[in-house]
């Protein structure tokens, strides 16, 4: 099954000015398409970097040991150095690089593992269950995509990883709320008070897994499978996985919130892909599959480079920066014929949401697993998406596209 892509989106509006406004304009698809055939690896002066967009320069920078997922002198942002916002940062897998790196990924990716299949849907369909009772007066009064369906893209994430870390479900609307607030003061456009508000729920929320940690049950549970591995790589460390729980939350939050709101959106601007779903709730994977690539929650990534040298055939300095621009990379043709075409039944389809090398991110069968959940809650509690394919605000983000449902 597949469906062109939907040119009323975006129509009549200027493309964006560079590959970082293009996350949250209304349809940035044929901006990125021109970057992966004039310049797929090129040198943005006015934004002062690189950029990476074809499928092939995307491959190389991912891979090569030239790039950080940080610049050299500042592992840690300065706004949040000596902060408890700060030791979470400095130990997450996903922002370090060297010798450390590499046992404290296989530790994270193996936890995940070891939370089977079965059980993540079944704890993702639980929260979405009760979300959706817990906001069923407010989509009773109001449109479908208001406020009441933003509020469980967000909620969902947390409330799923949280429960499988072992917060009990009495706390999960708090730790939502830190979490949002955490999330919030690492964006690039985070005020001083917005700042303040992270550094103080990065606080809440490591006592909270420290207490969790103290009191769990050696045998089960995400938080335990991540100490346990943590251990067996030699990393014994209660302060990494710590901060490593909180990252699972922190970053299946926004980028799970758009994947979901995404989703929705692209069921409802194309009807034969929803009645498909209707009829057969199993080709919800295939859907949010193809949602990965077609419009995916993470639209780019940054690297650094640690020494001057050679990046997808071109030489670059010390302390470069290369805007790696996954979302066109999922659009390349040479990567994934026919790529505007929305297609639930896509043979070998290539994602690079997720990025590659040493950095990919190994959460991504739990971001479509809590995406899938919501989508089937919603579907299933028979509500008429047809307004969510028309126009929306996307949440102001450098990386991260996220539908704002309900925002005027």
């Not at 059980?119 to 009760?130: C, G, K």
Request: with cysteine; charged share 25%.
């Amino acid at each position: 099954m597949q469906e062109d892509r939907d040119k009323t989106l975006g129509a009549g509006e200027a493309w964006p000015r560079d590959p970082i406004a293009a996350v949250t304009h209304a349809d940035p698809y044929p901006f990125y398409a021109d970057l992966v055939v004039a310049r797929p690896l090129s040198r943005d002066e006015a934004l002062g970097l690189w950029v990476a967009a074809g499928a092939g320069a995307v491959t190389a920078v991912l891979a090569s040991e030239l790039c950080r997922v940080r610049p050299a002198a500042e592992p840690v942002p300065r706004a949040l150095l000596g902060s408890p916002a700060g030791e979470v940062f400095r130990h997450l897998v996903r922002m370090t690089d060297g010798p450390g790196h590499c046992p404290l990924k296989r530790a994270v990716a193996a936890a995940l593992s070891s939370i089977d299949g079965p059980r993540t849907a079944a704890a993702a369909r639980e929260s979405a269950r009760l979300l959706l009772e817990d906001l069923a007066p407010r989509r009773s009064s109001g449109p479908v995509a208001g406020g009441a369906l933003l509020d469980l893209a967000f909620r969902l994430p947390v409330h799923t990883v949280g429960s499988l870390l072992g917060v009990p479900r009495r706390e999960l609307d708090e730790t939502a709320g830190w979490v949002s607030d955490f999330a919030g003061c690492l964006a690039p456009a985070a005020d001083p008070a917005a700042v303040e508000r992270g550094k103080v729920a990065a606080g809440h929320l490591l006592d909270r897994f420290r207490r969790l940690l103290q009191e769990r049950d050696a045998g089960g549970g995400l938080l335990a499978a991540l100490a346990g591995e943590a251990a067996r790589a030699g990393l014994d460390d209660p302060d990494a996985v710590t901060a490593n729980a909180v990252g699972f939350l922190f970053q299946a939050y926004e980028a799970t919130a758009g994947l979901l709101g995404n989703t929705l959106r692209a069921l409802a601007a194309r009807p034969a892909a929803l009645a498909a779903v209707k009829a057969d709730p199993g080709r919800l994977r295939d859907a949010v599959q193809e949602v990965l690539r077609h419009d995916p929650p993470v639209q780019n990534t940054r690297r650094f480079l640690a020494r001057s040298g050679v990046v997808a055939g071109r030489e670059m300095g010390e302390g470069d920066v290369i805007l790696v621009v996954l979302a066109a990379a999922n659009r390349d043709a040479a990567a994934n014929p026919h790529p505007d075409r929305f297609d639930l039944d896509r043979k070998d389809r290539r994602i690079f949401t997720f990025g590659a090398g040493a950095h990919a991110c190994p959460g991504e069968t739990l971001a479509a697993a809590i995406a899938e959940a919501g989508a089937e809650a919603v579907i299933g509690a028979g509500l008429d998406l047809a307004e969510l394919a028309g126009p929306v605000a996307y949440r102001p983000s450098a990386n991260l596209r996220i539908p704002l449902f309900g925002a005027t």
